[in-house]
């Protein structure tokens, strides 16, 4: 049987990716690499993280239907 990834999933990648994505522009800004703003570090990586927020939040909020109608 195939598995298929789902928006959890994709979301928690999404995270994971801008964690290591702000981790590691920050220290090549520490060691003088790279000449960035950590606010432009930031935003990319909430950015990152931005893209996925809509798709989570529609599964936070049918999960909160289901409770209301008490399907769960």
Not at 5 to 11: F, I
Not at 31 to 36: F, P, V
Request: no cysteine.
């Amino acid at each position: 049987m195939e598995n298929k990834k789902g928006a959890k999933d994709y979301s928690l990648l999404a995270m994971v990716v801008s964690a290591v994505w702000i981790l590691t522009m920050t220290v090549l800004k520490g060691l003088n690499i790279m000449n960035l703003e950590m606010s432009d570090i930031l935003a990319s990586g909430f950015s990152i993280v931005g893209m996925f927020v809509p798709v989570f939040t529609s599964i936070i909020i049918d999960k909160i239907k289901e409770i209301k109608i008490g399907k769960v």
